[in-house]
């Protein structure tokens, strides 16, 4: 077990960096915000290079931090906790039961939307920054999500994360 507590420590190390770009460039969205409503077309085919660029840094911190929760600390925390699991399904069903998800439903949402917007933009742009506000205003529901799977394993491993 002590094996199994290390191996998360270490992912929550790594999943620490993704949260913290994530959270800037937050941030910056927030800023770039009160000069320029992008999510309508007019205004974002007026924005610079490097402003885009911030809008695609967001989105692969978000993908990243939401691949890495799924993928390498929710199975790890309930391993950590003794809730046994057989698939990927049982792992978000105990996840959400957990409270560490609020839901099932808006973890998929949140999975799918930004999914689209990877294989759509900026084909169709109008959907597209739908899809990209969208994932911008649930920024504090996959923060919850992160900060509720740090608050899970402090109760199993007493180390600073």
Not at 29 to 47: A, G, M, P, R, W
Not at 134 to 143: A, R, V, Y
Request: proline share 1%; hydrophobic share 40%.
């Amino acid at each position: 077990m002590k094996q199994k507590h290390q191996l998360l420590i270490n992912r929550f190390s790594r999943l620490k960096n993704h949260y913290t770009a994530l959270k800037d460039y937050k941030q910056l969205i927030d800023e770039l915000l009160t000069q320029n409503d992008f999510y309508q077309v007019s205004e974002f085919n007026k924005l610079l290079p490097q402003d885009k660029a911030i809008l695609d840094a967001y989105l692969k911190r978000l993908a990243s931090l939401q691949d890495f929760l799924g993928a390498k600390i929710f199975s790890l925390l309930l391993d950590i906790s003794g809730i046994s699991y057989t698939a990927m399904t049982e792992v978000l069903y105990a996840i959400e039961k957990e409270k560490i998800i609020d839901s099932l439903g808006n973890w998929i949402d949140l999975r799918e939307v930004r999914n689209e917007l990877e294989h759509d933009y900026p084909e169709d742009l109008e959907s597209a920054l739908k899809d990209l506000k969208f994932c911008i205003d649930n920024f504090s529901k996959l923060e919850s999500y992160y900060l509720n799977s740090l608050n899970f394993a402090k109760k199993y491993i007493h180390e600073t994360f």
